[in-house]
């Protein structure tokens, strides 16, 4: 039974949405709790990541390092399902 669930949630579309649903603690693990916080948006259409941060400051220092945070998204969630961050 074991074996079949980890096939089950290894299918890309299983796995995708899966890691869809963990976005918002996977997005708190990597930019931290502060950052976390002032995210009043996290959506995900068509593979796309599109955030939005109250802080001016904190907005422009992201934009800086959306290829990074893609990254690390992908890599965290174990599948590549995120193509682009757009921070507004």
Known sequence: MGDLLDEFFK????AAKVAEGKLPDTWREIVGDRVADLTTELRLEKRILYVRIQSSVVRS??????EALKEE?????GIQFVQAVIIR
């Not at 299918?11 to 299983?14: A, C, D, K, T």
């Not at 998204?73 to 969630?77: F, G, L, Q, T, V």
């Open 11 to 14: 299918r890309p579309y299983v």
């Open 61 to 66: 220092e992201l934009f800086y390092q959306r």
């Open 73 to 77: 998204i992908n890599r965290r969630s």
